[in-house]
């Protein structure tokens, strides 16, 4: 997952209960507001001449690789199990072509990638052979020369030693392993393809390959944790000792095995509450402190800060350009929002046919993205509110008066002379409390 900003969002949850829906605020405004009728807009900004001040404005990459052996069950994402190798094949191809499409339009052409981020589904689900061809057929159009970070997502059981070695030869420098959580028994109950073995040995590669950046996935509170085994996931995970921790709280989107399978049966799927899942990230934090991280957003922990960033996540929450390849992901070109063919048959018709595969989008006002700058800002823990005013001509501190004093007298911040700074109590449930700052 790692911290990933392309989920869908609906209002937060007023019970402690973890309720079927979704908590994680993506994007603003709500990808509910997308709309088919939106894509001419979103291809006049591909084919639109930047503007003057444009090329500045950081361009990042995004490719989706929606193969898994195994759907997890709490999963909400577009991805494909059981597929034959010749599928593999055929959108791998198509990836490296819909890559050549958008680096072709006047928006795009020639302007140098600042970060690359392979997402899933599951990245390392491909072949080494796979990854050179699609890798090959990247730089013929991109290149990623400059870029400050090319991530990888991997999933512990599909990593061999040559896999690993070949993805470093091929440039990544941050390497996200989807770990989860340490007890076979709680992988196995939510439907996860590894178990701690496999962590264990594709951590030994990832070590010796010597990625400059190494980052391990946790999610508090799936079904069938408990704080005594949720505590030794944390205690095995430092002794990994890798250079950022991602800590996310479970929650159950509705297209979920869990939440089918509770509303087919009547009954509640048993993740732990809200306030358990902060209880035990609060615990989590303060080892991770102890042990000499740092915490970067409320979701993330970091070794050495000096050193170990994440790039990808804080242009795309300053307002970067993102162009998004495969199906369904989700990308963002000159202010424009947009999600591409959200199905198989879709999405490669269109890019074999030689069309770029946009299926909805959305032209936010400047407001709009304001909002959304401020609120994914705020994720990190502080407001940067002279940043946001130069850019957007509005004092953020000004605006939403009414809300800063709310959230400073429910204790979620303090006042500070650098502006407002988040307690941790309003850290670990950031998600809750940014709705207050959208428009009605």
């Known amino acids: 997952m790692d911290e990933s900003v392309f989920q869908t969002t609906r209002e937060p949850l007023l019970s402690d209960a973890t309720e079927p829906g979704s908590y994680f605020v993506a994007n603003y405004p709500p990808f509910s507001r997308w709309i088919e009728a939106a894509v001419p807009e979103v291809l006049s900004a591909f084919d639109a001449e930047p503007r003057a001040e444009r090329p500045a404005v950081p361009l990042g990459l995004y490719l989706h690789i929606p193969f898994c052996r195994k759907r997890c069950k709490f999963c909400y994402f577009r991805v494909y199990t059981d597929v034959a190798a010749a599928d593999v094949e055929r959108y791998s191809l198509a990836l490296a072509r819909e890559a050549a499409l958008a680096a072709a339009t006047p928006a795009v052409r020639g302007r140098p990638l ?58 990544m420098t941050r390497i996200s392993l989807g770990v989860e ?33 190494t980052n391990v996935d946790l999610i508090a509170g799936m079904v069938g944790d408990s704080f005594d085994s949720w505590q030794r996931t944390i205690e095995k995970t430092l002794a990994l000792e890798p250079d950022s921790i991602t800590i996310y709280q479970m929650e159950l989107p509705l297209n979920t095995v869990f939440v089918r399978d509770a509303r087919d049966g009547g009954g509640q799927t048993p993740v732990a509450d809200w306030s358990t899942k902060r ?24 070794r050495d800060p000096a050193r170990v960033h994440f790039h990808y996540r804080d242009m795309l929450w300053e307002g970067s350009d993102l162009v998004a390849l495969g199906v369904a992901s989700f990308g963002h070109l000159s202010g424009v929002h947009y999600q591409n063919a959200t199905h198989w048959d879709d999405y490669l018709a269109a890019v074999e046919a030689g069309r770029l595969p946009i299926h909805r989008g959305l032209a936010p006002t400047s ?18 509110a002279g940043r946001l005013a130069r850019k957007f001509g509005v004092d ?18 303090e006042r500070t002379p650098d502006g407002p700074v988040l307690s941790r109590r309003g850290l670990l449930q950031i998600d809750s409390l940014l709705p207050r700052f959208f428009d009605a």
């Open 114 to 171: 600042r970060y690359v981020y392979f997402g899933g589904g599951t990245p390392s689900f491909l072949s080494v052979k796979q990854l050179e061809r699609l890798v090959a057929g990247l730089h013929e159009s991109f290149g990623w020369q400059h870029a400050e970070e090319v991530t990888f997502e991997c999933e512990p059981g599909t990593l061999s030693e040559p896999k690993v070695a070949a993805l470093k030869a091929l440039g």
């Open 181 to 213: 959580n340490f007890a076979d028994d709680v992988l196995e109950a939510n439907g996860r393809a590894h178990l701690s073995a496999e962590i264990l040995r594709s951590w030994d590669w990832i070590k010796a390959a010597d990625f400059p950046n």
């Open 279 to 302: 209880a035990w990230v609060d615990w989590a934090f303060d080892r991770c402190l102890e042990r000499g991280y740092s915490i970067s957003s409320g979701y993330t922990l970091v």
């Open 367 to 384: 407001r709009e993205l304001l909002i959304r700058e401020l609120v994914l800002g705020l994720k990190r823990g502080r407001l940067d």
């Open 396 to 413: 953020p501190l000004a605006e939403w008066a009414d809300q800063w004093r709310s959230l400073e007298s429910d204790g979620y911040l």
